[in-house]
């Protein structure tokens, strides 16, 4: 991963007059089906799945720094639209909606992954414009707190022993950053993925809930998405980060995949896309005010909130980061035959 970047603290650039935000009354969070919004609507963040799960998340992380930036703005407007962990979104935005320049869509390394593998379709990464990452997120090992399996080693032993008794969870489908990570789980177990059982879920959100309802028994998700799902006696366990050291927060007492001799690491980046033919000024604007955003204590604060961990990056700096990923994701995509 990339060291976060820092940005000098300011006061919101007056570029985003370029951008004006004659913003309606705020709403509530609206499913995708709805009208299009209009110029004079609330700005919109697209979670591309149900609610509950990561890109929820990342888009919630946006509503309330910007909530909290100035005074009197409407809200950020989330809305969800779910369909092929992202495909959906992706050419809604392309196709259909590729000018909107108050319209925010999340993104995920998942996200880059199905686009390494040729599932979004024709698309590409060079298809929308890639506004800003606003966190980084790692892989986790989830099961239920009532689980046999304390540790790592300990899940490993009993998936190499019957692979079948052990079902994997995913916010995705065979070949989304879930499933990959759980075919990795399995390979360090010595079993072939093909022998993996998984269920395929439409985000995060349904898979820790079918977790918690002991329909599956492992969920190798990502941290941000049980960052407030682990009190005290709660239901479920984390054996391990795929982080390069531990993590601070809730997650500290959790020792690495590596830690445990199974050499895993799953960063991720969490941020927000716009479509293809969003108008420069208003994509500067943008672009301007989330650096300005990202350099403050307070967004910090927010971001430790939603279970994510430092990463700032817009531009160019942005783009180098993405590129890299796919690259990684190519090769991935190559050795678990995925690639269509």
């Not at 998984?198 to 969920?219: D, I, M, P, S």
């Not at 795929?242 to 799953?266: C, F, H, N, Y």
Request: proline share 8%.
């Amino acid at each position: 991963m990339p060291k976060a970047l820092t940005w000098m603290a300011a006061r919101l650039l007056t570029a985003l007059a370029l951008a004006p935000l004659a913003w309606a009354q705020p709403a509530a969070a609206q499913s995708a089906t709805a009208t299009p919004p209009s110029p004079a609507a609330p700005p919109e963040c697209i979670a591309p799945a149900k609610p509950g799960g990561g890109f929820d998340l990342t888009c919630k992380l946006a509503q309330a720094a910007l909530s909290q930036a100035v005074a009197g703005e409407a809200p950020l407007r989330i809305s969800y639209m779910p369909g092929g962990v992202g495909a959906i979104a992706f050419d809604t935005i392309t196709a259909r909606r590729p000018a909107e320049a108050q319209t925010l869509v999340a993104f995920s390394s998942g996200s880059l992954l199905n686009l390494a593998h040729g599932r979004f379709g024709r698309h590409g990464l060079h298809d929308v414009r890639w506004l800003a990452a606003i966190g980084a997120d790692y892989g986790i090992v989830l099961v239920s707190s009532q689980s046999p399996w304390k540790t790592l080693p300990d899940l490993l032993a009993a998936l190499k022993d019957k692979p079948g008794k052990v079902t994997f969870a995913a916010g995705g489908t065979i070949g989304s950053q879930d499933w990959v990570k759980s075919a990795l789980l399995a390979a360090a177990a010595g079993v072939d993925h093909k022998s993996m059982r998984f269920v395929a879920f439409e985000g995060g959100g349904e898979a820790t809930a079918a977790l918690k309802a002991g329909h599956v028994q492992v969920y190798a998700g990502d941290a941000s998405e049980v960052a407030d799902k682990l009190p005290p006696n709660g239901p479920f366990r984390v054996l391990a980060v795929m982080s390069e050291k531990r993590l601070p927060g809730l997650l500290a007492q959790v020792p690495t995949a590596r830690e445990q001799g199974v050499d895993i690491v799953w960063p991720s980046v969490r941020g927000f896309y716009m479509g293809p033919k969003v108008p420069d000024a208003a994509f500067q604007a943008w672009s301007q005010r989330f650096e300005q955003l990202m350099a403050t204590p307070a967004f910090d604060r927010l971001r430790a909130q939603h279970g994510l961990f430092p990463l700032a990056l817009t531009g160019p700096a942005l783009q180098v980061h993405l590129e890299d990923q796919t690259r990684r994701f190519a090769d991935i995509a190559e050795r678990f035959g995925l690639r269509r």
